[in-house]
């Protein structure tokens, strides 16, 4: 059942050795590349608008008006970056290493086609430090593309040229902040800037830079190669294409699965990934990692897709699918969530430095009652208003949401 | 056994990244991963900061940031534990607790050979199989005490 459904992201998933560019152009690629190269910036970039595609870190934000703006705002002497989010650090993500462990020429030809709407110089792929075999394989694929012209001088015969080359985090999830990966990027501590200006605006070194996700990147050759028609069949009203769910807990088979936009959780964990273990019972779910929000049964018949989640206060945030069963212990895991907020916060602000602290602090109280709900809510909301940046805000919606449906497990 | 990185050997890997600031963070691990001891040392820094044309201090700030370098000496392997939402459910304490029983190592501590260094980190990227720990570079995952007897027995 699962193969029946259409793959972008992890199409040759297996079939193909990732190290081998000869593999890679056997089985379809850079056909989207050859074909960008003889169109417009412009009329890609409309094409990508077009088709519905929503960056797919988080955020959801539609790519092709970030690549418009990108490559509209002045910059000096023409100078744009392209740089890849592949910080990957979202507890319960680990989908983005997947297409860089198995298909690295896929991420490495959006981001030339992503470089060539805006008429970047230069790119650079930032990798989460720990991810050995991703930056191999990346570097990897980087030296091949530039032996076989499709990096550097005159791509293809074009005439465009392009740079890229990766950089590496050192461990710290606030990296993944666009933003704040600049900063790392730029060899600094990451420490957030100030938004606005965007970096589509001010990016690196003050330059317009497109940042964009693994996955986001991922589907741009087929948007390119069979247009934005063919793409916009695949998902919903609101939310285009596919996406890749990391699923994890006590499932049967665990692992990253690709599908339509608008699957269900029961087709997903019931259909596809063989249901509960034996022993566990399905209770619900958290989705989109420790930002994300958590749903109970009542959210197994709710479409995954941006637009029907958000109608129920949910989130699909990266595509984190973390199952919580009849024996998972709530508290615990509320206890890790809350941990790691307090750990990742950069003490720039107070709100976030103190406020993490605090909620952590209380969590771990035995038999919480309706006045510390009530109190933790309050922070976080107040961490919402407050804090300089998005990881302040993050702590808000798990705790809302742990607190709306289970309660009593605290 | 060496137990240091010395001037030279550092110089010869700097030497390899042009002194453009986007080349710090992948040096400092390449210099860290040299090390027999896997970490950033006093010499590391001095040199870093030379090559890069900023202080000692500067480059300080920047290895006390990122979790992934160390300014202290750490055991030839360095395990790290993910103590992440998914990892906890599925067992990542009493993977902790075996790690202090079995061969008296505590997060943060290092085995008195110099062998093992345990840190508890964050998310791993490798949720779908936990409770999961990376040793150097290598991953191992769903683990149990008798994975990990396996693993440290190789090494030791
Ligand atoms: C604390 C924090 C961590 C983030 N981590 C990541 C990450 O690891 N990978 C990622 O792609 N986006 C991450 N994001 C989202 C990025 O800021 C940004 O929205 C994304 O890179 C844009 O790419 P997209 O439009 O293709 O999704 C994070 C955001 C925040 C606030
Ligand atoms: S909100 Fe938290 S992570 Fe963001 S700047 Fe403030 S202290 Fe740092
Ligand atoms: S939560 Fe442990 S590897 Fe992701």
Redesign the pocket.
């Known amino acids: 059942m699962y193969n029946s459904f259409p793959k972008i992201s992890l199409q040759r998933f297996g079939k193909i050795n990732p190290q081998s560019i000869e593999d890679y152009s056997a089985n379809g690629g850079f056909v989207g590349l050859k074909k960008a190269l003889s169109l417009s910036p412009e009329s890609i970039i409309d094409s990508i608008e077009k088709s519905g595609l929503k960056g797919r870190g988080g955020a959801g934000f539609p790519v092709g008006l970030k690549q418009k703006y990108t490559s509209g705002s002045s910059a000096e002497n023409n100078i744009r970056f392209v740089v890849c989010n592949a910080d990957e650090g979202e507890p319960g993500t680990f989908k983005d290493r997947m297409i860089m462990e198995t298909d690295p020429f896929l991420l490495i030809e959006g981001m030339i086609i992503s470089a060539y709407t805006i008429q970047a110089t230069k790119g650079f792929v930032y990798i989460r430090g720990e991810y050995y075999a991703s930056i191999e394989n990346i570097k990897n694929a980087i030296k091949i593309c530039y032996e076989k012209g499709f990096l550097g001088q005159n791509i293809c015969g074009s005439g465009y040229s392009f740079e890229l080359d990766i950089a590496l985090g050192a461990g710290s999830y606030?990296c993944g902040e666009e933003l704040t990966l600049l900063e790392s990027l730029e060899g600094k501590r990451g420490?957030?800037r100030i938004k606005p200006p965007f970096p589509a605006e001010k990016g690196l070194w003050g330059l317009p830079t497109l940042v964009n996700n693994v996955e986001t990147f991922s589907h741009i050759p087929f948007i390119v190669e069979k247009g934005h028609e063919e793409y916009s069949k695949i998902g919903t009203e609101g939310s285009k294409g596919t996406k890749l769910f990391c699923v994890s807990g006590n499932v049967t088979n665990t692992g990253v699965y690709e599908l339509p936009m608008g699957i269900t959780l029961k087709e997903l964990i019931f259909d596809i990934a063989g249901g509960m273990k034996e022993g566990f019972e399905f209770k619900g779910a958290l989705l989109g990692g420790a930002a994300g929000t958590f749903i109970d049964s009542s959210f197994l018949d709710v479409p995954l897709a941006y637009e029907t989640l958000k109608e129920k206060g949910a989130t699909l945030g990266s595509g984190a699918v973390i199952i919580i069963d009849d024996k998972t212990n709530l508290k615990e895991m509320m206890i890790s969530i809350l941990s790691f907020f307090k750990h990742e916060?950069?003490?720039?602000?107070v709100p976030?430095?103190i406020g993490t602290t605090l909620l952590y602090e209380r969590i771990k109280k035995p038999q919480l009652n309706e006045n510390d709900f009530l109190w933790m809510q309050t922070q976080a909301s107040y961490m919402v208003k407050n804090?300089?940046?998005p990881?302040?805000q993050s702590p808000d919606l798990p705790i809302k949401t742990v607190v709306k449906f289970f309660k009593n497990d605290l | 056994m060496q137990k240091e990185l010395n001037k030279e050997q550092i110089i010869s890997i700097l030497q390899k990244y042009s002194p453009t600031k986007d080349n710090i963070l992948k040096c400092l691990h390449e210099l860290q991963d040299a090390h027999p001891q896997n970490y950033i040392s006093k010499v590391i820094l001095e040199e870093t900061a030379k090559h890069f044309k900023l202080t000692k201090g500067q480059i300080f700030g920047i290895v006390s940031y990122y979790s992934m370098f160390s300014l202290k000496p750490r055991g030839r392997y360095l395990v790290r534990l993910c103590k992440s939402p998914v990892c906890n459910m599925l067992g990542a304490k009493s993977v902790t607790e075996y790690f202090d029983s079995k061969f008296n190592l505590k997060p943060g501590e290092t085995t008195t050979d110099g062998m093992f260094t345990l840190e508890l980190a964050e998310c791993l990227g490798r949720c779908g199989k936990g409770p999961s720990m990376m040793i150097n570079r290598e991953v191992v995952t769903e683990l149990d005490s008798k994975k990990i007897d396996e693993i440290i027995n190789t090494k030791k």
């Open positions: 606030l420490y957030p916060s950069c003490g720039k602000c976030c430095r804090s300089l940046c990881l302040g």
